[in-house]
């Protein structure tokens, strides 16, 4: 971070990210729509199917920032910084898949239950 607080670098970004999904009903929903949204771009890409790629782009968003919105009570990460929400998307899911998101949000200083 800078000295005003501005998240300058993706490892300062990171643990804002597990932050701003402190919920674990958050964590859900978004680690869903990554998984939907993964599922049909490699079906768009398969088909070379633009409507599909448009549905991956909703499957992946929709479900996130509605658990921002109705969960979490927060501002999508998504609207200041797309690029480093998007791979931190994929890395919550996939540390979920490795069973390591619990230690990744505790040292975010996210408080249990995780």
Known sequence: M??????V?????WPFYLRQHAKRQTRRWHIAGTGAAAVLLAAAAAVRSPT????????????????????E???????RFPLWSLISDV???A????????????EAGVQPPF
């Open 52 to 71: 599909l790629f448009g549905a991956a782009m909703i499957a992946g968003y929709g479900p996130a920032w509605l658990a921002h919105l109705l969960v």
């Open 2 to 7: 800078s000295e005003d607080g501005a998240i």
């Open 95 to 106: 540390c979920w898949l490795r069973g390591t998101l619990s230690d990744e949000l505790r």
């Open 91 to 93: 890395r919550m899911a």
């Open 73 to 79: 009570k927060n501002h999508p990460a998504t609207w």
């Open 9 to 13: 670098s993706y490892r300062a970004f």
